[in-house]
Each structure stands twice: as C-alpha cells, then as structure tokens.
C-alpha cells in the first residue's frame, strides 16, 4: 500500500530541512568568525558607545587617532586608543 504526501508532510519536511541549513550556517559562520581580544571593538559598537557617525570614525581612523585592524571587510578599533582620545576630550572640555 502507497502512502500518500500530504501538504502538511511538505511543509513539516520544508521546516525541517530549514532548521537545519539554519543551524549549518550558524557553525559555519562561528568556525570564521575572527577571534579578537576584548581590547578591539568593531566599527558599530564603536559608532554606539561614542555616539558618533561613521564618517567621524572614518576620520578618526584616516586621521591616526585611533588604531584599526582591517578583518575580512570589516574594522576593529583598539579599546585604549579610544579611552585615551575620550579622555583628552573630557579635559578640553
């Protein structure tokens, strides 16, 4: 005897076939995702604990302010730098 798919058995299949490239993907991207130490930011985090656009960050970044490391398109910035140049900027003011 035949048993026959019904649309619910497609869609349980679907959902189940999407679970798992999903939870593929998320191993995938952990095992290439760079490994930096606490004492390096990425640009957004940056962005949002300073408050500043990311053509200022561009600048602080062309201008030497600020160390960066360049990781497979995206830019980290070294904590301390970032402290320090807070610092001076609270003392002017």
């Known amino acids: 005897m035949k048993e ?3 649309r619910e058995d497609l869609h349980q299949f679907g959902q189940k076939l999407i679970g798992t ?3 593929l993907l998320e191993q995938e991207e952990a095992r290439n995702e760079p490994k ?3 004492d390096w ?5 940056v962005r949002k604990i ?4 990311p053509g200022t960050l561009q600048n ?3 201008t030497g ?3 960066f490391r360049k990781i497979l398109g995206s830019y980290y910035y070294n904590r301390s730098d970032l402290e320090q140049l807070f610092n ?3 003392e002017k003011g």
Do not use: C, F, M
Not at 50 to 53: C, M, T
């Open 4 to 6: 026959r798919l019904t």
């Open 21 to 23: 490239i999903r939870a």
């Open 36 to 38: 930096l130490p606490v």
């Open 41 to 45: 930011l990425k640009g957004r985090a």
């Open 50 to 53: 300073l408050d500043i656009s």
């Open 60 to 62: 602080l970044r062309i």
């Open 65 to 67: 302010k600020v160390r």
């Open 88 to 90: 001076k900027e609270q």
